[in-house]
């Protein structure tokens, strides 16, 4: 993931950078909630 937000600024404009940062907190969200459900799923199960 740092590696896509890495290859992107690299060849970005001002205006480019919001997109980036959009992106990759993006894909943090998306990372932490698929964590959070899967402690929730190990919880459950125990």
């Known amino acids: 993931m740092v590696e896509l937000v890495d290859t992107l600024v ?10 980036v940062r959009v992106l990759f907190w993006a894909l943090f969200k998306i ?4 964590i959070v459900k899967l402690e929730i799923k190990l919880l459950i199960s125990d």
């Open 31 to 34: 990372r932490i909630e698929r």
């Open 10 to 19: 690299s060849g970005t404009n001002g205006g480019n950078a919001v997109q």
